[in-house]
C-alpha cells in the first residue's frame, strides 16, 4: 500500500485558511494542486496535498477552452460541490471566476457566498489594490480570500498574453507593493504566478503570510500545480515551470487502444469477466416458451 505523506507545514487534520496562514515560517513548504471533480479531488487529497484549489484552469484543462475567461460562477460552484463531496482533509480552495468580482460589491458577496454554500472553505481572486475593495467585502462576509498576483489570466488580454510579470523594475515594485496591500488587507496567502524568482523571494520575505507559486522559483512558501500538468493529462501547453510525475495522457490512450484491440480480436471480455447461469438455463428457457431471433423468423410447421 502507498503510504500517504501529510506535509508538516499545517496541523494534521481537517486543513483550514487559518492554519495555512499561520503556517508562515514552519520551515515546510504547503502544497496545493488543482482538483475539479471527485475522483481529482481524492486523488490529490489522497497524496496529502495542504489545499486542493478547484482553479478556474477548469476551463482550459476540463472543458476545452483556450484560455479561463470562459467559465461562470454556477459552473464553478458545480465542480466546488463535486470536490467538497468527497469530503477532503485538504482545504478547498474555490477560484472566482472572471466578472464575479468585477462588476458590483453586491455580487462580488453573493458569489464567493455560492461557492463557499457550494463547499470551499475559502476563495481566490486575481489582481492586487484595484481589488482590495472587493477583497475587503468578501472577508467582511467572513469568507477567507487567498490573493493571486504577477501572471493573472483573468487578464490574459489586458497583458497581451501569458506571459511572465515583473521583469522590469517598476513593474516589480507593483507586484511587492500590491501583495502587501492584500495581506493588510487580510487575504490569507497570495499565489505568485510567472514572475521572476528574485521578485517571489521578495514578496515572500516581505509579507508575513504565506506565497503559493507557481512558475515563480523556489523561494516560496508554497508551490501550485495544475493536476492535467502533474500527471501528463493537458497536452497544448507546456510552461517551463511544469514538472510532469506521470504521462497519463500517453498512458491513457494506450490502454483504451489495447482495448479496442482486444474487443476487435475477441480477446474482451473473457468468461471471467461474464455472468454465467447454469449450462442448462437456455434449453430450460426455450422449454418455457422463450424463442431465439432465429426460431422466431422460422416459418411456423404447416
Ligand atoms: O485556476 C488555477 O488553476 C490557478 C492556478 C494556476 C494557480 O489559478
Redesign the pocket.
Known sequence: MTEIRVSKAVVPGHVTAPDVGASKGSGTPLVMV?AYDAPTARIVDGAGVDMI?V???LAMVVLGYDD?LQVTTQDMAHHVGAVARTKPNALVVG?LPWLSYHVSIDDTVRNAAALVRAGAGAV?LEGGRKRLPAVQAILDAEIPVMG?LGLTPQSVHALGGFRVQGKELEAARVIVDDAIALAEAGCFAI?L?CVPDGVARLVTDTVPVPTIG?GAGRHCDGQ?L?FHDLLGLEDRMRPKFVRRYAEWATDGTDAVRRFADDVREGRFPSSKETYHAADTFPDELRLTGATTEAEAEEPAPA
Open positions: 488543482t484549489l482553479g478556474d484552469t479561463t477560484d481566490k493571486h499565489v504566478e507557481i501550485v495544475v
